[in-house]
């Protein structure tokens, strides 16, 4: 009688592993496939909406909804030509504090980014802290001394400082390196 009860045991026993182990590989699957469904089909669609509404309100100036659908953009991953972009189109709007902000997100995401570098140093040129532009504009420089954009900032801040002959030193440098260069002609 032992010896049925061990076989019955036994025959149980490799039941339930068989069940345990389908229904783990069966729990796995699912968890894999809603990760990859997740991560490559929901979140690029949720990212791009939140984006695309974000646009919408900073060029319809819903100041409210900004600062939420930046707080839910950045939590699905913000890219430097992204805030950018979103610089670009506050820029576009007049609205510097707004542009200024962006292009400083873009800065901190990498320091060495020349775009960002430069519309920091436009923005407060346009606000009239010359200093800070030409302080901009040099480190600017510091980063990529041939930029062309951070010169004609360098020189606008000492032409509105009054500073004539820095201000056509450094046009006079920026026609010898190119002399297609619009900003400078």
């Avoid at 669609?45 to 974000?54: S, T, V």
């Avoid at 319809?60 to 992204?82: N, P, V, Y």
């Amino acid at each position: 009688r032992r010896c049925r009860l061990r076989g019955a045991e036994a025959r149980l026993s490799e039941k339930r592993k068989r069940f345990y182990t389908k229904t783990f590989l069966g729990v796995a699957a699912a968890l894999l496939i809603s990760f990859l469904i997740f991560n490559y089909g929901i979140q690029p669609a949720l990212r791009w909406y939140f984006f695309d509404q974000l646009v919408k309100a900073i060029i319809e100036k819903r100041h409210g909804d900004i600062d939420q659908l930046l707080f839910k953009c950045e939590g699905f991953g913000m890219t430097k030509e992204k805030f950018m972009y979103l610089s670009d189109i506050s820029l576009q709007l007049r609205d510097l504090p707004r542009s200024l902000g962006f292009a400083r997100k873009a800065f901190e995401m990498e320091p060495s980014y020349i775009s960002s570098l430069n519309r920091i140093a436009r923005v407060y040129l346009m606000q009239g802290r010359i200093d800070d532009a030409e302080k901009q504009a040099k480190q600017t420089l510091f980063v990529e001394p041939n930029n062309l954009d951070a010169m004609v900032v360098q020189a606008s801040a000492h032409y509105q400082k009054h500073e004539i002959p820095k201000a056509q030193r450094i046009i006079a440098e920026e026609l010898a390196r190119d002399r297609n260069y619009i900003p400078a002609i």
